[in-house]
Nanobody, 124 residues
């Protein structure tokens, strides 16, 4: 079983930046593609970013391109989400997710392993 623990969320002013981390344990980290999703109050969970097992391929939701960067350190079993130019509409609980095999999936149901989430609140 794969365990995922997110950290790094918080309250930040619009225009600020954050780096979210997700520590993974329980299996060989490099066997898993990783993703970040978010869920705003009253809305469905949505795809944000994904990264392949090697880190050589990434993908982003159109709404975050240019502001969000996903990366991973396979030596530390950790995936990151760097966020710059934060906007109030980025306020959400951010979840990391893992799946074996390809990272080319953006549907929530296609990612079997999830962390508990970390809250990001952006004030205007």
């Amino acid at each position: 079983q794969v365990q995922l623990v997110e950290s790094g969320g918080g309250l930040v002013q619009a225009g600020g930046s954050l780096r979210l981390s997700c520590a993974v344990s329980g299996r060989t980290f490099s066997d898993y593609s990783m993703g970040w999703f978010r869920q705003a109050p009253g809305k469905e969970r949505e795809f944000v970013a994904r990264i392949s097992r090697s880190g050589g391929s990434t993908g982003y939701a159109d709404s975050v391109k240019g502001r969000f960067t996903i990366s991973r350190d396979n030596s530390k079993n950790t995936v990151y989400l760097q966020i710059i130019s934060l906007k109030p509409e980025d306020t959400a609980v951010y979840y990391c997710a893992a799946r074996g095999g390809s990272a080319f999936f953006t549907g929530v149901s296609e990612w079997p392993y999830w962390g508990q989430g970390t809250q990001v609140t952006v004030s205007s």
